[in-house]
């Protein structure tokens, strides 16, 4: 057999290229935190800092439920993206296949998937940026190669993430679960900056056993590696997730059909906005975790979206003539296809 890297094909190539630069990490979001759920009432994006934590309580937590936070790195340009496939340390990337075209996904207007992603990457959020309640999914390629991308990185202070959905053909699809499948055994490195997020990178494949890969400060750290194979290592996933979202096609906007609602402290100048049903606060409150987290979904889940707009996610919800109990603050995350809505 020859071994012998193959040509990155040329679609593709271009794609990935333009997409780099915006791409950066994508993202399994966590599950319902028992952390502290007091609103930011004022909340804004701060930058992460780069600078050691006078804190020990602030620095980053290991945990692959960490929110996400930062953009991809300037340090790490569009054109960084190679050509051909790129040693990396502990092993050598899979090219995609010559005759891999994403040209022979029929068009067609993608339907929303179900079951769980075969691979999903986290953005890496750090916790002034998004709570862990709200951190979108950023990617997610689900086994009948539809793809689930959002922007925006979910703090409650600003609007629900934007989200899109596409397909990638069949071919990139199993060039990606053995692509992931070997980045998933790479050293990523601990970087040495403070104050950043974590991204997870998970891989699913039906009947194998879940695994994943939390990186932290991917991608705004990955200069401050000082072992060239972990670097090598970083941006070899780099490469391969532009890879994936720059072979989509068919791409479309997508509403989610699922919302994670968690109650959470009152504050003051909060948006308020009148609960539209049909189902109500009332009986969600009921069913509520102890970490106050629940699921809205169907008719409901779309009218919520409507109301809530371009306001943030953190709101004052009412629901007149419903008695006692029936209102109160939260604040919303958007949930993908396959995504646990309250685990504990």
Known sequence: MNSSPQPFPANLRRRALSFAGACGAVVVLAACSTADRTPAVAATSAP???????NPSSNPPSSPTAPITASPPSSIPATSIPATSTPAAGGTAHPVPADCDTTSVPKAVPRTPSGAPLISVTAGANAWIAHRDTEPIRLALYADGTVITTKGYGSISEALPVA??????????????????????LNMGQSQVTDQGTT?????????????LPIYAFGSGDDALP???????RQRLHTAIATVTAGVVNQTSWTPNRLRLIKTADGKNIPAHRWPGPTTLRTLLAGRTGQGCM???GETAARVIKEIGSEPMLARWDDPGRGTGSGGTFYLGILLPGQPACAI
Do not use: H, K, Y
């Not at 997870?200 to 994943?212: I, N, S």
């Open 48 to 54: 992460a800092s780069t600078a050691p934590s006078s």
């Open 164 to 185: 899109s959905i596409g397909t990638v053909a069949d071919c990139l699809r199993d060039w990606a679960v053995t692509e992931f499948g070997d980045l998933m055994d």
């Open 200 to 212: 997870v990178v998970t891989l699913a494949p039906p009947g194998r056993t879940v695994r994943t």
């Open 227 to 233: 072992d060239p194979a972990q670097r090598a290592n």
């Open 295 to 297: 699921e809205v979904t």
